[in-house]
Structures are given as structure tokens and as C-alpha cells.
């Protein structure tokens, strides 16, 4: 335990004392023989640590209870109870007696302790991540971690004191207002009981306020006011409230806030204090590999370390909300937050009350964090289907997000089966789209041709890029890369290529690298490590940084570096060998073994040719700055760098015949269209991998622009990544039936 006294109030956490047990025990069932089935925990805890990572979407979800011996407490004063995560669902009970439940994982709860106290007392918590249709998430490409994965505290407070029921939020509201070269902050506490708030911003005095109603609220003036200004000076001010009551404090809160002003323009992008300022990042899930999402303090902190290394000035806090220690370090750090809820991939209409819920919860817990832009309020929650109930509920939660939080934008993130002509598109005051084009689908060049398309369509749309990646094991390495083959290198490739289109795209107000490390999502089987998306710049444990990861510090990062990509890929069978270098520095020499090889100038990517007779050391030199790999020749490339043939995605490698005057997979999707038999075949391979997936039987209408996008997509192209949906069988019969087709042109 850890005593926190701030004013009248006492903070204690409860780390160790825990039995945990899987399922529900019975509210009166008795303690001591409870105990005695359960296994000690010390917190943060999940039960999902090994089984949410290792495939087979058969991870535990259901019930699972936390018991605690609270011992003797005080009856003179309150307790609560304040639970920081627990995933999804949970109940509480004090000596048998339900307290208090709350439905939403990831944010923060209090309950009432007082009106249970007896002379022993026994803490129960029952945590539920079973499936279900009232609370987000519930489907989605993550694991959903059950247990107590954050702090738990014991408040005890006076019976004066300042509100602890308002969605687990801190009692005081601080918004500061920009005037010239002032500020204008109006601060507001809800209380229960005293007789005066006494509001201080630390360097600009202090304002005594009564308490109407329950209330208090003063505005206060900080004048030649320091901005909060993102990476280059986050600076924080504090604002702190103490409640008198018969003119002692007998309470205090305290928040740090920024003055600052954010907004979005189509033309100029994002722009802090008036200024344009890129947003260029990454996305964040909070889990690691075998800890599953109950991390420490200072796991969080190597994220924020990741961030700050690769220069990135924002991060998407993906999809849900994060913990309070994650926002306070973007807050110091000056990394702008989009900050969202978990309603993500199918709109249930019995989860709309939760969704608000979550969304209070979201915005009354952090509206004082200056780093935080905007509030998402879902991720591709089309992919179901866009229908009028799903948009009616969107338009209440835009509504109640501008209500608790006037001064921020609403933001959406569009998946990209979402025709950009919808009106969902521009519901909230901003939107970013998701897209996968030179992985799921399409090539590379097919990001260049939507931004294109979709800004000659809408010129005064803003429009960010909320996800792109590639993933990749680094265990798998090339020195032809392809999409779809897991390498390390296709990975590095892919994002040179985004890289150079956002740097062409100074319009785009934000965009986001899917993902900043590899994540457990226990329905991935692929790519050579199940239980895993591994679109991630440093890998599930933050031990190693991917070469993409230098893509991205080589754009960003001011701190000078130069590093050699391919230090994985040592056995070489090619005598003559491509070595690509990243580095922020204008010229990067390469030595073989200490004789220059060649010089290069440029920016971010240097390539060399290298000739290859043994082993050797190859050295970048970047002025004083060097980075060494070792490689050797081989005569056969290393089986270990690829996948075995029956595990992977583009598993196919075939020859499949091509006669000429008919069709066959090696056909773009639309050549194949111009058959009226060609067509229907294609359909019903569609048919069969929806079903084949398990997906909602339904006409699915695909956007005219996605679809341009498919019809220049061969067959064999696309249908690889439809992964276990298309055996290896139905393949070559595919192309056993396209090559009965006859050639049709297009009709002039």
C-alpha cells in the first residue's frame, strides 16, 4: 500500500494482497475457503497474459473474481473505491453487499464503499470479458484482456470533499481560453458539502469562490501566457482547488493544463497556436508481449521513449481509452493525442447508451490534458454496414461530445470500404481514413491515386490518414520483397513509399503508422507468429526496432543517426547485393570491410551495390556518426528467411497455366469483368469466401472508388490475401475455370 494524502484526503494503492480465481464466487460464500481456491496476484493483473497471444481466437473470456481483505476502516469519514481498468465488465461487493457495477474496460470508476463497512471487511471485484452485445468492444483485430490490468486505490475523504461520482472524473473542470498574448481560464468544482472553493493557478494568484448548488466556479486571467506548443515547448501550468469548510481545507484536487489553440484546415492541415504544425505518428496499443495489457509504470514510459526517438509529434491512443499516466507523459512530452472510444468494426444498437457512456467517461476523465486534439467517437464501425440507426447515434455522440467539451473537434476514422461521397464521412468536424492498399489490397501507388482522387472530389474536406502499415516478421528477409511475404524489408519498402506521399501531402492533417509495436490479436494466425498483428516499428516485447522503424526517425527525428537496414538478412545467395541505408544526415558513405564502396547524398535513403565473395563488414559513415551489419555469401538462400509454403497468406507459387485467348488468375479483375460468365464466376468466389469467413450472408456493395482499385488487382493478387478463405484446391479450380472463358475486349 501506498498513502497519498492530498489535503483532507487519503490515497492508498492496492498492489499486493489479491487472490484471484477463475469464474464467479458467490457473493456468500466464505471468504477464508474462497481464498483457498484462488492463487495470490499482485496488480495489475489479466488472465489473458499467455492464452490472449498465442492463436487461435480461443483465449478465456468470461468471469473472474479478485478478492481482498480490507481489514478494519474508518467509519468517521468515506471510502471509495477507484478502479482504474477492468475489462469489460465489473461488479463490486463489500462483505457479500453489491456497491456499485460498471460496463466499459478501460476507464476509470468509482464506487461508494462507505454504506457497507462492518468491523472486517472483504473486497470482492468480479471482472467479465465475456462476449456479449451491450458493451464495446466486441469485435475487433485485438485481444480483449480481462482482469484488474490497472491500479486499484482506497479514497477516504472527509464528509466535505470534492465530487468523486461524476464518471470517475477529478471533481474540477480547467478551461483556458486564448486571448492575444493572455489567457482566460474558467475553472468549475462539483462538491458535496463546505462552504468556499479557493481556486490557485500556480504564478497568478488565487480566487475564493462559494458553493451554489454544489458548485463553485471563478475564471481567472494568466497574463503574457506561456503556450503549450507541441514538441518544442509543452509547457504545463497547474490550477489547484482546495475546499474550506468552517475555514479549514479540508480537501484539494489539482489538475496541469495547457493554453493553447488547436484547429484543422483542408488546405493547411493541423495548426497549434494558429501556426501549421504536421502531425505526422503513429498509433499505440497499450499491451506487450507475455504481460498481456497490465504494463508498468515503466513500460509505459519505454512508449513514450519510442515516440520521442522517432520524432513523431502525435499519437492515435488506439482503440479505447488509455491510461491516465500515458496522457500526462504526450502532455510533457508535446505529443498531440487523438483520444477515442472503443466502438469499432460493428455498430450494435444495444451497446448506443454504452458508447455514450464510455465517451462521458473518455472526456470527463481527460478534458484537462492539453496534448489531446480531438475525440474519436468510433473505427470503422461501417464495415457492418452504414445504416440510419448507425448514423443517429453517431450524431447524439457528436452532439454530447461538444456538449461536455466545446473546445475540442470530433474526429471519425472511415475504413475504406466507406465511399468517400457518403455524408457519415464528414459527420464530425474532421475524419481520417484507414487504408491498406500495397497489403490488404491494391498496390502502393493506389494511396497516391485516392488522396489524388479524393482531393479533386472534395477540395474543402479535410482528410488525415488514421491507419497504413505492412506487417512483418523479422525473422523473414529478401532481397526481392513482395507484398504479402512478411518480410522485414517489403515493410521498410512500403513505408518509403508512404513517407514520400505524406511528405507531398502537406494537406493532411494527421497521420498515423499502424502500429508502434506488434500487438496480440489472438484471431491472427499468419505470418509465422500466431496470436499477433505484427504491423508494428519495434516488435510485441520493444526489444528490437524493425528497419521501418528508421524510415520514420530518418523523416522525423532531429537527432542525428545513421543505421544499415538488413542487419537480419546475413546468408546472401545474390553475388551482387542492394545495402540500403537510413539516415537523417544529407551523406552517408558505405565501406566493404573498410575500403569505400561509394558516397551518397540525399534524403533519408541511401542505396549501394555490393559485390559479395565471403564474409564480410559492411560500415555507413555519416560524418563522426557509424553503423556496422555483417552478411556472408551463400550458395543457397537461407530456408529460414521465408515461409513454409501452407502457413502464409501469398502461399502461392505456382505456375498455373495461361493459355492465350482465355482467362486465368494471373487476369486483373476487371479484364476478367468484361465476360459476362467471367463476372458471374467472380461473384460467386466472393460469395464463397464471405461465407467461407463466416460473414453476415448480404449483398455487400463496394465503393466505385475501392472498386477501381480491385479491377486493377490481378485475381491471384487479391485472393491471397483472403488467406485461409481460398485453399490451395479452389484455387487452381479457379483457374482451371477461367481458362474455359474466352477473351472478351472491352466494348468501345
Known amino acids: ?71 478494519q476502516l474508518r467509519t468517521d469519514r468515506e471510502l471509495w473505491l477507484e478502479v482504474d481498468g477492468a475489462n469489460s465488465s465489473a461488479e463490486v461487493f463489500l462483505n457479500g453487499t453489491r456497491v456499485g457495477r460498471h460496463d466499459g474496460g478501460y476507464s476509470t470508476f468509482r464506487v461508494n464503499l462507505t454504506p457497507a463497512i462492518a468491523a472486517t471487511n472483504r473486497l470482492a471485484i468480479v471482472v467479465d470479458n465475456a462476449a456479449n452485445d451491450t458493451v464495446y468492444p466486441q469485435r475487433a483485430d485485438f485481444t480483449f484482456y480481462g482482469g484488474l490490468y490497472r491500479d486499484v486505490r482506497l479514497i477516504t475523504v472527509a464528509s466535505a470533499h470534492f465530487g468523486l461520482d461524476d464518471h470517475g472524473g477529478p471533481g474540477l473542470v480547467v478551461t483556458p481560453t486564448m486571448v492575444g498574448s493572455s489567457a482566460q481560464v474558467h475553472l468549475t468544482a462539483s462538491v458535496t458539502g463546505g462552504d468556499v472553493v479557493r481556486f490557485t493557478i500556480a504564478g497568478s494568484g488565487s480566487v475564493d469562490s462559494p458553493i451554489t448548488a454544489g458548485e463553485a466556479s471563478a475564471s481567472m486571467e494568466i497574463t503574457d501566457v506561456r503556450r503549450w506548443h507541441g514538441l518544442s515547448d509543452p509547457y504545463l501550468y497547474t490550477a489547484k482547488a482546495e475546499l474550506l469548510d468552517g475555514g479549514s481545507v479540508v480537501d484539494a484536487v489539482s489538475l496541469r493544463f495547457g493554453c493553447r489553440e488547436m484547429a484543422v484546415d483542408p488546405d493547411r492541415g493541423f495548426l497549434l497556436n494558429g501556426e501549421p504544425y504536421a502531425l505526422r505518428g503513429v498509433s499505440r496499443h497499450q499491451d506487450w508481449e507475455g504481460v498481456g495489457n497490465a504494463v508498468t509504470t515503466a513500460m509505459l514510459q519505454t512508449d513514450l521513449d519510442l515516440l520521442v526517438e522517432l520524432g513523431a509529434t502525435t499519437v492515435r491512443l488506439a482503440h479505447y481509452q488509455h491510461d491516465q499516466r500515458f496522457y500526462d507523459l504526450c502532455d510533457e512530452a508535446g505529443i498531440v493525442v487523438w483520444a477515442e472510444i472503443p466502438q469499432i468494426t460493428m455498430f450494435h444498437q444495444g451497446a448506443t447508451r454504452n458508447a455514450a457512456d464510455q465517451l462521458t467517461e473518455l472526456i470527463v476523465q481527460n478534458r484537462h490534458h492539453a496534448s489531446i ?32 467539451d466545446p473546445s475540442r473537434l470530433t474526429c471519425l476514422a472511415h475504413a475504406f470500404v466507406l465511399e468517400p461521397g457518403e455524408e457519415f464521412m464528414t459527420l464530425a468536424d474532421v475524419m481520417s481514413y484507414n487504408l491498406y492498399y500495397g497489403w490488404y489490397l491494391g498496390e502502393l501507388e493506389d494511396n497516391d491515386r485516392w488522396f489524388s482522387d479524393f482531393r479533386a472530389a472534395y477540395p474543402g474536406v479535410a482528410i488525415g490518414l488514421s491507419e497504413y502499415g505492412a506487417d512483418a516478421n523479422p525473422t523473414y528477409q529478401t532481397a526481392t520483397p513482395t507484398k504479402g511475404d512478411y518480410s522485414e524489408s517489403y515493410q521498410a519498402r512500403y513505408h518509403e513509399h508512404m513517407v514520400d506521399l505524406i511528405e507531398r501531402s502537406p494537406y493532411l492533417w494527421a497521420t498515423h503508422v499502424w502500429n508502434l509495436a506488434d500487438f496480440g490479436a489472438d484471431g491472427r494466425n499468419e505470418g509465422g507468429n500466431w496470436g499477433r498483428n505484427q504491423k508494428g516499428l519495434v516488435t510485441f516485447d520493444r526489444a528490437l526496432k524493425k528497419d521501418a522503424f528508421y524510415v520514420y526517425k530518418a523523416a522525423w527525428s532531429a537527432e542525428p543517426f545513421v543505421h544499415v537496414a538488413g542487419r537480419r538478412y546475413v546468408d546472401r545467395p545474390e553475388e551482387l547485393t542492394q545495402v540500403t541505408v537510413y539516415s537523417n544526415q544529407p551523406e552517408v558513405s558505405l565501406y566493404r570491410d573498410g575500403h569505400l564502396v561509394a558516397a551518397r547524398t540525399g534524403s533519408r535513403v541511401f542505396r549501394f551495390e555490393v559485390p559479395l565473395e565471403g564474409k564480410h563488414t559492411l560500415e555507413a559513415r555519416a560524418g563522426e556518426l557509424t553503423d556496422r551489419i555483417s552478411v556472408r555469401k551463400v550458395d543457397e538462400a537461407n530456408p529460414t528467411y521465408s515461409f513454409e509454403a501452407s502457413t502464409v497468406l501469398n502461399w502461392f507459387a505456382e505456375d498455373l497455366p495461361a493459355p492465350d485467348g482465355f482467362y486465368s488468375v494471373w487476369d486483373s479483375m476487371g479484364a476478367i469483368k468484361q465476360s459476362p460468365a467471367g463476372e458471374e464466376l467472380l461473384a460467386r468466389l466472393m460469395r464463397q469466401a464471405a461465407a467461407t469467413r463466416g460473414d453476415v450472408a448480404r449483398d455487400v456493395v463496394i465503393p466505385a472508388s475501392m472498386q477501381a482499385i480491385l479491377d486493377r488487382q490481378t485475381v491471384e493478387g487479391l485472393l491471397k490475401h483472403l488467406g485461409d478463405a481460398v485453399p490451395a484446391t479452389l484455387m487452381v479450380e479457379l483457374n482451371m475455370a477461367l481458362n474455359q472463358i474466352p477473351r472478351q475486349e472491352a466494348p468501345r
Open 1 to 71: 500500500m501506498t498513502d497519498q494524502p492530498t489535503g483532507g484526503r487519503t490515497t492508498t494503492v492496492l498492489q499486493s494482497g489479491w487472490t484471484y480465481i477463475d469464474g464467479e464466487v458467490p457473493p456468500a460464500a466464505p471468504y477464508a475457503e474462497a481464498v483457498d481456491t484462488g492463487v495470490p496476484v499482485t496488480l495489475p493483473h489479466t488472465w489473458n497474459a499467455v492464452d490472449g497471444q498465442d492463436g487461435g481466437n480461443d483465449y478465456r473470456r468470461g468471469k473472474g473474481t479478485y478478492l481482498r481483505d480490507l481489514g
Open 373 to 404: 486534439a480531438c475525440w474519436g467517437l468510433s473505427n470503422e464501425i461501417t464495415i457492418g454496414g452504414l445504416t440510419d440507426d448507425l448514423v443517429a447515434a453517431h450524431h447524439e455522440l457528436n452532439d454530447l461530445a461538444h456538449q461536455l
